[in-house]
């Protein structure tokens, strides 16, 4: 039983003439007789009585058409569902991301996507490093946002953001007069250090001519407990310097470049390649990009083959 079978039993019973549906149908009258055949062998019943050129319901007939039509009738609330949400999305969509990206990349742009799609809810699955790209790859989240560069050749990578590393202390601390602070200037120093990931790695590589000489105070997996602990005197320590921004400019907070090289940091979006995205997923691609690419300094990023460019009206 399909719905074409459907539509053209109702239009014979509306009709009440084969050969008047056949019309209606686009089609000829032994092929609207083969499928309403088709269709009464597959209910095992009679839905018409034949009397030469009149027709008439039976019984079954009569019954299965209130069926029919309740059918269409959910047949074209769900087409209308579907082409409101062409032009109006709907669902939800789950962001993987840790939470330095959680408190200082997602408000903003979580915003701005609540004003272009409000019907679209935002959830945040807070992660670390590669369990960022596994919430990815596991369907757990349907973005991640992570620092580049990823590994895994199954999701599409997007660089959206380039930042330092700086090395963070507090604004009366000896080394806050400095430009710039290489690995032996801290070896005197109590150090605030990553637990893991990838900037603890990077950091372990600055490290290397010093670090039977270095004093790690302790290890943290937080963002925020870090700055905390450097402003109580605890140490030093390093991170993104959009994380630092709004203390360095209460003055409550110094942050330094490295030396002798910069230590740059990519932030990415993800997701996988064979994934087909919907409106509201395309929508929010378009915000993130325009968000990072509004930024003074950094320029616009290109939407990623698989991820067609896609309007505000067409949204």
Same mark, same amino acid.
């Given at each position: 039983?399909?719905?074409?079978?459907?539509?053209?039993?109702?239009?014979?019973?509306?009709?009440?003439?084969?050969?008047?549906?056949?019309? &209606? !149908?686009?089609? &000829?009258?032994?092929?609207?007789?083969?499928?309403?055949?088709?269709?009464?062998?597959?209910?095992?019943?009679?839905?018409?009585?034949?009397?030469?050129?009149?027709i008439s319901l039976t019984t079954a007939g009569k019954l299965f058409s209130q069926y029919a039509e309740q059918m269409m009738d959910i047949r074209r609330q769900a087409q209308n569902a579907l082409n409101e949400l062409e032009t109006s999305p709907r669902g939800e969509l789950v962001i993987a991301a840790n939470e330095a990206t959680c408190i200082y990349v997602l408000p903003a742009v979580f915003a701005e996507y609540k004003k272009q799609f409000p019907g679209v809810q935002l959830h945040v699955n807070?992660?670390?490093?590669?369990?960022?790209?596994?919430?990815?790859? *596991?369907?757990?989240?349907?973005?991640?946002?992570?620092?580049?560069?990823v590994a895994e050749k199954r999701v599409q990578v997007v660089e959206i953001q380039r930042d330092e590393i700086h090395c963070v202390l507090p604004a009366g601390h000896p080394l806050a007069g400095a430009e710039r602070v290489a690995c032996e200037d801290v070896v005197p120093y109590s150090?605030?250090?990553?637990?893991? #990931?990838?900037?603890? #790695?990077?950091?372990?590589?600055?490290f290397e001519k010093v670090e039977d000489?270095?004093?790690?105070?302790?290890?943290?997996?937080?963002?925020?407990t870090m700055k905390r602990f450097v402003?109580?005197?605890?140490?030093? !320590?390093?991170?993104?310097?959009?994380?630092?921004? *709004?203390?360095?400019?209460? #003055?409550?907070l110094r942050s330094l470049p490295l030396a002798p090289e910069p230590m740059i940091r990519k932030l990415g979006l993800i997701y996988r390649k064979d994934k087909a995205l919907s409106k509201a997923a395309l929508g929010f691609i378009q915000v993130i990009l325009g968000h990072f690419g509004s930024q003074v300094g950094v320029a616009r990023p290109q939407i990623p083959a698989g991820a067609p460019a896609v309007s505000g009206a067409q949204l």
């Open positions: 039983m399909d719905f074409d079978q459907i539509h053209t039993f109702l239009e014979i019973v509306r009709l009440k003439s084969f050969s008047k549906a056949a019309q &209606t !149908c686009y089609r &000829t009258q032994p092929a609207i007789s083969a499928q309403i055949r088709q269709l009464e062998h597959e209910l095992k019943t009679e839905l018409f009585e034949r009397f030469g050129s009149r807070r992660s670390y490093g590669s369990r960022v790209v596994e919430a990815v790859m *596991e369907n757990v989240a349907d973005f991640g946002l992570t620092q580049l560069p150090l605030l250090l990553p637990q893991s #990931g990838m900037t603890r #790695g990077r950091l372990n590589t600055w000489d270095l004093h790690i105070s302790m290890e943290l997996d937080s963002t925020e402003k109580a005197g605890l140490g030093i !320590c390093f991170l993104a310097a959009s994380t630092c921004r *709004e203390d360095v400019a209460l #003055g409550a």
